[in-house]
């Protein structure tokens, strides 16, 4: 029954893509962060929607006569330099890996997204689109993990899902999206509509205690700081952040409290400390391979681990700990380095910390242009995500995330947008009609 009715969705949802372009990147990004695929358990598990709407979003992107607005900027140059590396990483690698082959597959397809983004998303009612369109692409796991915690009174533990691996990972994801929600929230008038998005991402808060993972709650702590910090009614917030943390500290069970508090005692961690093996595997990796690294995922190999097992355990400190199987990084950083060398770590820390630089420029552009507020808003979520996945993701693997090259094109046309809406008369871009009936936005006329 599910498939059947997510197919009758999908026949209705794939015509918008035949609409107008920008639709269909839309749907293109909600498709890639909900991978509805993963959720059909008959004839639709096995349809290729990310490829249906990719084939039909390119074909009228690139038939249309609406004029295309490429640019190349700074944040960009840096990503095309990382793809770069990535694959001459890829093409090179140390050993052939199946994972290595299905996430270059994904990659260059996250690139081609990433070009319609900024080609096709250049006014403030389709960048606000793009918003509503991640946040409800992940929102939705968000929301039905979150109940089924609060359902089965916390005896759920959410695994983690295809898209982000483990539950470390899609506790990270969960905490990206967010800031997404909160600002879609703000930009409506629909009561209905902002209580939806704040009881989305109260849920995504309670998802996030259902993975058990000390990352993700690490990531929660440093999530509700940010929130506080710049905000123009601290008060409030805290109000509201303190009212959340007691609400989720009532619905954690026993189990979860002493999990967290291992933290503590991480030297004596098994878990932990498999981590710092693995972080050691990958610094040797990118030691030997100094350039391009050993490919995505090298430390999967088996032989590549075993090779530098010895040396693990004496580098830096003493690791007296042996892991029986080999691991991925556990680390975006050390994933960067044991995938594409010191080379693409640089450019890897360098595309993320442009990308937080520009969102921190729009908020300042913002403040001394009312009617860019908007931007500033948006900015100011983008940024707090990117903010989470560098701190919560120093302990996990999560470099090939499609929200986080999504999140990078976006940044890049918002930063471009702002940048043509400031410009002199005479060069400014003029900015287009909103389009009325069904397709004006259902969160209403303040975001327009």
């Not at 900024?118 to 939705?140: M, V």
């Amino acid at each position: 029954m599910r498939d059947i009715f997510f197919v009758g969705l999908w026949m209705g949802i794939l015509g918008l893509s035949f609409y107008a372009a920008h639709l269909g990147v839309l749907v293109w990004i909600w498709i890639a962060l909900l991978a509805p695929s993963d959720l059909m358990y008959g004839i639709a598990g096995s349809v290729p929607l990310n490829k249906m709407i990719a084939a039909s979003t390119l074909l009228l992107f690139f038939s249309s006569r609406e004029k295309k607005q490429f640019y190349f900027d700074g944040l960009l140059a840096i990503l095309a330099a990382f793809s770069v590396v990535f694959a001459l990483s890829y093409f090179f690698e140390l050993r052939p890996l199946p994972k290595a082959d299905d996430t270059f597959d994904k990659f260059w397809k996250m690139l081609l997204l990433c070009v319609l983004i900024t080609g096709s998303l250049h006014t403030r009612h389709r960048l606000h689109q793009a918003a509503l369109a991640i946040a409800l692409g992940f929102g939705f796991v968000m929301v039905k993990e979150g109940l089924i915690f609060l359902l089965t009174g916390g005896g759920h533990k959410v695994l983690g899902t295809p898209a982000t691996g483990d539950n470390n990972g899609l506790a990270l994801a969960m905490l990206m999206i967010i800031p997404f929600m909160l600002y879609c929230a703000r930009y409506t008038e629909d009561k209905w509509i902002r209580l939806g998005m704040y009881a989305a991402a109260a849920l995504g808060a309670v998802a996030v205690i259902a993975t058990y993972s000390r990352g993700g709650f690490l990531g929660l702590l440093v999530l509700g700081i940010l929130l506080l910090k710049g905000n123009k009614h601290k008060v409030r917030t805290l109000v509201l952040l303190t009212i959340a943390a007691v609400a989720l500290y009532a619905v954690m069970p026993d189990d979860y409290m002493l999990r967290i508090d291992t933290i503590k005692t991480a030297d004596a961690d098994n878990s932990f400390m498999t981590r710092v093996i693995s972080w050691k595997i990958n610094f040797l990796i990118a030691l030997d391979h100094p350039l391009l690294g050993g490919g995505p995922y090298a430390s999967l190999d088996w032989v590549t681990w075993i090779d530098r097992m010895g040396a693990a355990t004496t580098l830096l400190f003493p690791t007296d700990f042996y892991t029986g199987k080999t691991l991925v990084a556990h680390s975006i950083y050390f994933q960067a380095l044991g995938d594409t060398g010191f080379v693409g770590f640089v450019l890897f820390f360098a595309m993320l910390a442009t990308a937080v630089f520009y969102c921190g420029h729009i908020q300042r552009v913002a403040k001394r242009n009312p009617e860019l507020a908007w931007a500033g808003d948006l900015a100011r979520a983008i940024q707090v995500s990117f903010l989470v996945y560098g701190a919560a993701g120093a302990a996990l693997s999560l470099n090939y995330f499609e929200l986080v090259y999504i999140m990078i094109a976006l940044v890049s046309r918002l930063h471009q947008t702002v940048l043509e809406q400031t410009a002199p008369a005479r060069g400014r871009v003029p900015v287009r009609a909103v389009p009325s009936g069904l397709l004006a936005p259902a969160y209403g006329r303040r975001a327009l």
